[in-house]
Nanobody
């Protein structure tokens, strides 16, 4: 199982970035997948989670309609489109999955990629 992020970078406040996560070793249809972020020294926080069996995407309150989760099963890749970025969105973003037998968007993820840095300048 492998999760590989790309797409981070430096952007001005109000700008956009699209993060990508290429997954291997499991099906995007069978497990909860999503994104978390972490500011160094602070705990990781969930950003979004999608479970195909539910057919819906969950977002953290701070997203406020600015981010959109999507996936491309043919490419085994999922994405996080981030618009109207704010300096407080600066963090390392990780794509993640819950690969447990009872995978869901409630209990948290158990597998993560290596992370991609997002820096939003004011």
């Amino acid at each position: 199982v492998q999760l590989v992020e790309s797409g981070g970078g430096l952007v001005q406040a109000g700008g956009s970035l699209r993060l990508s996560c290429e997954a291997s070793g499991f099906s995007l249809d069978d497990y909860a997948i999503g994104w978390v972020r972490q500011v160094p020294g602070l705990a990781r926080e969930g950003v979004s989670c999608f479970m195909a069996s539910e057919g819906s995407t969950h977002y953290a309150d701070f997203v406020e309609g600015r981010f959109t989760f999507s996936r491309d099963n043919a490419k085994a890749t999922f994405y996080l489109q981030m618009n109207s970025l704010k300096p407080e969105d600066t963090a390392i973003y990780y794509c993640a999955a819950d690969l447990s037998s009872y995978s869901n968007c409630v209990d948290g993820f158990d597998s993560w990629g290596q992370g991609t840095q997002v820096i939003v300048s004011s």
